[in-house]
């Protein structure tokens, strides 16, 4: 079974078809399912994401009214034997992600897939936590997404980068690096 988790697309306008990566738009059609992990901003942006594939999501701090009562704050889906806990905000920095893996244990999750950084992170330790970073608004990376794959009751994920807008902080870090 193959996974899409991606967070944080934050579509104030247009089609989220159009502000996505054209490979992630690939990848999701193509997914056993996706997973968002909050801040859509939109209802339109979680309606298109559903007509694209099996979708489960909860909303994010920037999510407006009606996503907010549509959608949980947190939830837990049991896929071939693997509980995953979808939340938007569990860990304050990619530094600091004790809480995550408290409120993984908390959900009584073996992977939590959360948002709100924009920074992906994949970390293991009794329980695998995730971050996909954002695919339209990152900071400090690249435009990302996590591919998840469960086979023979194990899973495992892979941080998947694409082409497109990112942070200007990035693009100067980059920039004085190479001049080095």
């Known amino acids: 079974m193959k996974i899409i988790a991606i967070s944080d697309t934050h579509i104030n306008f247009g089609s989220i078809t159009d502000h996505l990566p054209g490979d992630l738009v690939d990848r999701l059609k193509k997914a056993d399912l996706i997973l968002h992990a909050g801040d859509f901003v939109r209802k339109k942006a979680y309606d298109e994401l559903c007509a694209l594939n099996r979708l489960e999501a909860v909303h994010g701090n920037m999510d407006d009214p009606e996503l907010k009562t549509m959608l949980p704050e947190r939830k837990v889906i049991e896929l071939e034997g693997i509980k995953i806990g979808i939340i938007h905000q569990a860990a304050l920095s990619l530094q600091d992600t004790i809480g995550a893996r408290y409120m993984a244990k908390e959900m009584e999750a073996d992977v939590l897939v ?17 971050c996909p970073g954002s695919p339209t608004s990152p900071r400090m990376s690249e435009p990302s997404a996590i591919e998840f794959e469960i086979n023979d009751g194990k899973i495992s994920g892979n941080l998947i980068t694409f082409e ?16 080095l």
């Open 114 to 130: 959360f948002g709100h950084i924009h920074r992906p992170l994949i970390e293991k330790s009794y329980v695998l936590i995730a």
């Open 164 to 179: 497109g807008t990112r942070c200007n902080s990035l693009e100067s870090a980059m920039f004085f690096r190479n001049r």
